[in-house]
């Protein structure tokens, strides 16, 4: 069975202090907008779950994300996933996994979470995340075994201008 993990870096955010109670800007809102209009219509995402980070921006950007794309899935706070947090602690969490899951969270964690899945070192950076974008991963996973993560696809919001 082919389970998909897409990651996704937090739309552009207003300047605040302190930085876990930053907003999405009104620039960040439309950048949502856009790439959950154009994926909405392509139904390429179909998570089981939405984890998010308790940074207001990953939380706005989930909610916006879901309710764009129309999911009925739930939305859940996850540790592991704010933006200097080891990635070791969220890839053991999804490791175990058979759902499609979303992950919403803040470089440079997914970078370095990314390159721990697809590589096993979190130190070799092979993917950078711009704001709004998305990264979808790929495995074939049956009980206890699956194939490596694979990229399937890694798009933004401005793919969509």
Not at 71 to 100: C, M, Y
Request: aromatic share 6%; glycine share 6%; charged share 20%.
């Amino acid at each position: 069975m082919e389970q998909t993990l897409y990651l996704v870096r937090h739309a552009h955010a207003a300047a605040f202090q302190p930085d876990s109670e930053r907003s999405l800007s009104v620039k960040g809102k439309k950048q949502i907008e856009r790439i959950s209009s154009a994926l909405r219509e392509k139904g390429l995402i179909e998570p089981s779950v939405i984890g998010h980070s308790p940074y207001l921006r990953a939380i706005e950007t989930a909610t916006l994300l879901h309710e764009g794309l129309g999911l009925s899935v739930g939305l859940e706070t996850v540790d592991g996933i704010n933006p200097f947090d080891d990635p070791s602690k969220i890839a053991e969490r999804i490791h175990p996994s058979n759902e499609d899951i979303m992950v919403v969270g803040h470089e440079p964690n997914l970078s370095s979470l990314a390159s721990l899945l697809l590589s096993g070192s979190q130190s070799f950076q092979c993917i950078v995340f711009p704001k709004t974008s998305i990264l979808s991963l790929a495995r074939l996973k049956v009980g206890d075994q699956s194939t490596p993560w694979q990229i399937a696809w890694h798009i933004s919001h401005k793919h969509f201008k």
